[in-house]
T-cell receptor, first 114, second 112 residues
């Protein structure tokens, strides 16, 4: 158990809809990262938050947004969903904003768009 | 830009065989290097890490040495078990981009 909790585990929805993925980081971790894992593009970084502030953006679509709340949990919002958004979405956390600290991952949310 | 290249899989071995999964990287400066493992139907677990040249990361019988001269971080295990069957990912992060840059993953299949 990594200590990172993601909900829900599975989401099935239709094109055009909006969903929210939730992540609770490990106790004491201030950094939260979101990644997308898909068959065609592998693992890609989406966005990072540190102590409530956005720190870095990767290949995140404009239809996607995220935030980190004062209690440090984070939410990833995906809107106007398309078939290609079907993927496994991972959240990871680390204690600080540092490149040499390992990130610990949740079990992911599997999003299926019908 | 930064990138990670892993050997393509699947890699199929018999139980107790020696394992090597190759990983090379391209990065400016001195990145930190990681191996993660994903068991079927599960999330990503940190397997080992190395943060500077010549560091050796080790865990659960797996080892990898950070080789700056060859920009490599190959994963090795002396005697694999069926339970090691999984997908293994090599990744890096550097001082300017804390997010992980991932290899494509190598699927390992161990036959009894």
């Amino acid at each position: 158990d990594s200590g990172v909790t993601q909900t829900p585990k599975h989401l099935i929805t239709a094109t055009g809809q909006r969903v929210t993925l939730r992540c609770s980081p490990r106790s004491g971790d201030l950094s939260v990262y979101w990644y997308q894992q898909s068959l065609d593009q592998g693992l890609q970084f989406l966005i990072q938050y540190y102590n409530g502030e956005e720190r870095a953006k990767g290949n995140i679509l404009e239809r996607f947004s995220a935030q980190q709340f004062p209690d440090l949990h984070s939410e990833l919002n995906l809107s106007s969903l398309e078939l290609g958004d079907s993927a496994l979405y991972f959240c990871a956390s680390s204690p600080r904003d540092s490149y040499n600290q390992p990130q610990h991952f949740g079990d992911g949310t599997r999003l299926s768009i019908l | 830009g930064n990138s990670v290249t892993q050997m393509e899989g699947p890699v199929t071995l018999s139980e107790e065989a020696f394992l090597t999964i190759n990983c090379t990287y391209t990065a400016t400066g001195y990145p930190s290097l990681f191996w993660y493992v994903q068991y079927p139907g599960e999330g990503l677990q940190l397997l080992l890490k190395a943060t500077k040249a010549d560091d050796k990361g080790s865990n659960k019988g797996f080892e990898a040495t950070y080789r700056k001269e060859t920009t490599s971080f190959h994963l090795e295990k002396g005697s694999v078990q069926v339970s090691d069957s999984a997908v293994y990912f090599c990744a890096l992060s550097d001082h300017s981009n804390y997010q992980l840059i991932w290899g494509a993953g190598t699927k390992l299949i161990i036959k009894p």
